[in-house]
C-alpha cells in the first residue's frame, strides 16, 4: 500500500449553531437527539454513549484531540460534509473556525463533500412524523434549508472554496486538482435542466479553480444513498457521470443486504455480515462502470436517534421511510472490510463515517467498545503496509 489516501467522513453536527438555535432552541446540537434514545428491542445498543462526553467540536481545543486522535491511527484526512445554501452556510464552524485553525491541522489533509440536499425537522421533534421529505426518511416534510443550483450559485461556490479552502497546502489533490465531492449529483441535474448544463457547470468551476493557480478540480461523485435498486446504489450511473465530467466516484455509504426488502416490519434488524457482503458485491458493480472508484467502508447502520420518539416495534419502516438497524457490526468485522478495501488499487478508501453518531456510523470512542474501532483502523493499515 503505497501513499494511499484513508479518509473519513466528518459530519459537522455536534456543536450549537445559529440555525438550530432559531429552528430548536439555545444550545441544540444532535447530541440532543443521541442522549433521547431508547433501545427499541432486546439487545439494542442504544443510547450511544461518546467516550469524551458530549463535547463541543467547534471548540479549536477538540478539534486538535479529533484530528490527533485520527492521525494517530492511520487516517490521513476528513472529508467534510459541507452545507451551501445560496451563499448561505450552514454548520461550517468545526471547518472554518476549529480545524483550520487548529495548531495540528497539517497532520491530517481534508476535503470537502457537497450534502446539497435540501434541510428539514427531524422526525424525532416532530409532534406528528411524515414520510420522509424528498426521499430524506432522515427529515420530516417541514422544510428549512432548500438546495438551489443555478450556474452562478456554482461559480460561487468554487470561488469561496478557492478563498477559504482549496489553496491551503493540506486540502486533498490529485494531480494538482483540488479534490470536490458533490453527495446529490441528481439534484444537480434536476436543478440545471440538463447534462449538457451540468458539464458547462462543472466546466465553469474547474475554470475558477485555474484563474487562481490550481490544475483545476476533480470532481467526486457520491453514487450511493440512491434508490436505483435493492442495494441503493447508483452503479447504473457512473457511465452518465463520467461523460458529463466527474473524475472518480465513491458511494457514500452501502448499508443495505442482499435480502433488505425481505425484513419483516415486526423486526427490521439484520446481522452486519449482510452489509459486509454487500459492500464487497457493490464495490464490484461500481468498477464496471469506467470511473476510478474510491471504496467507501460503511460502519453500521442505526438511525432510530432521529426517528419519531412515538415509533416502537413492531413498525411499519418502509412507509414510515425509516431503514432497518444492523446489529452485529464490531471493530473486528470492519477491520475485516477495511483490509478488503485496502487492498485493492486505487488511491483512496473512504469511511463512513467519523462522528455520523445518529445514523450508527462512527469511530469516535464510545463507552462499550471504546478506541477499538478506531485501533481496527490502525492494525488494518499497518498489515496493508
Not at 461518546?50 to 484531540?65: C, H, I, R, T, V
Request: hydrophobic letters at 35%.
Amino acid at each position: 500500500m503505497k501513499n494511499k489516501e484513508i479518509f473519513t467522513i466528518y459530519f459537522p453536527s455536534w456543536h450549537p449553531d445559529a440555525h438550530y438555535e432559531k429552528w430548536y432552541g439555545r444550545g441544540f446540537s444532535e447530541w440532543e437527539l443521541l442522549k433521547t434514545t431508547r433501545p427499541l428491542f432486546e439487545g439494542h445498543l442504544q443510547p450511544k454513549k461518546p467516550l469524551w462526553g458530549y463535547f463541543d467540536e467547534s471548540a479549536p481545543q477538540w478539534m486538535e484531540k479529533q484530528i490527533d486522535t485520527a492521525a494517530d491511527h492511520g487516517i490521513t484526512g476528513f472529508l467534510f460534509d459541507w452545507y451551501w445554501y445560496d451563499g448561505e452556510l450552514f454548520l461550517e464552524k468545526p471547518l472554518n473556525n476549529a480545524f483550520l485553525s487548529a495548531p495540528n491541522n497539517k497532520r491530517l489533509k481534508f476535503a470537502l463533500m457537497w450534502a446539497n440536499h435540501d434541510w428539514g425537522r427531524w422526525p424525532a421533534l416532530d409532534d406528528e412524523h411524515h414520510a420522509g421529505m424528498n426521499g430524506n426518511a432522515n427529515q420530516s416534510s417541514t422544510l428549512f434549508l432548500k438546495c438551489v443550483h443555478s450556474p452562478e450559485d456554482c461559480r460561487s461556490v468554487a470561488e469561496y472554496c478557492c478563498e477559504k479552502y482549496f489553496l491551503r497546502d493540506n486540502y486533498w489533490k490529485i494531480d494538482g486538482k483540488a479534490v470536490f465531492s458533490f453527495f446529490a449529483t441528481d439534484k444537480l441535474r434536476q436543478m440545471l435542466g440538463s447534462g449538457e448544463n451540468v458539464t458547462a457547470a462543472l466546466r465553469a468551476m474547474d475554470e475558477v479553480a485555474k484563474r487562481h493557480g490550481l490544475a483545476g478540480i476533480h470532481f467526486l461523485a457520491n453514487v450511493g444513498c440512491c434508490n436505483d435498486n435493492s442495494y441503493f446504489c447508483g452503479w447504473g450511473r457512473v457511465p452518465g457521470l463520467k461523460k458529463i465530467g466527474f473524475d472518480s466516484v465513491f458511494a457514500y455509504n452501502i448499508v443495505a443486504p442482499s435480502y433488505y426488502h425481505e425484513l419483516p416490519e415486526e423486526r427490521p434488524v439484520f446481522d452486519y455480515s449482510g452489509m459486509m457482503e454487500s459492500q464487497k458485491f457493490c464495490w464490484g458493480k461500481i468498477e464496471e462502470g469506467g470511473l476510478p472508484h474510491f471504496p467507501s467502508v460503511t460502519l453500521g447502520l442505526d438511525v432510530s436517534p432521529r426517528w419519531s420518539r412515538n415509533v416502537r416495534f413492531p413498525m411499519d419502516y418502509q412507509k414510515l421511510g425509516y431503514c432497518p438497524i444492523c446489529t452485529g457490526n464490531t471493530p473486528e468485522r470492519f477491520g475485516k472490510m477495511l483490509s478488503a478495501a485496502l487492498q485493492k488499487e486505487t488511491p483512496a478508501v473512504i469511511l463512513n463515517a467519523w462522528n455520523e453518531w445518529s445514523e450508527g456510523m462512527f469511530l469516535i470512542p464510545e463507552s462499550r467498545y471504546g478506541y477499538e474501532y478506531l485501533e481496527a483502523v490502525a492494525k488494518a493499515v499497518k498489515e496493508a503496509k
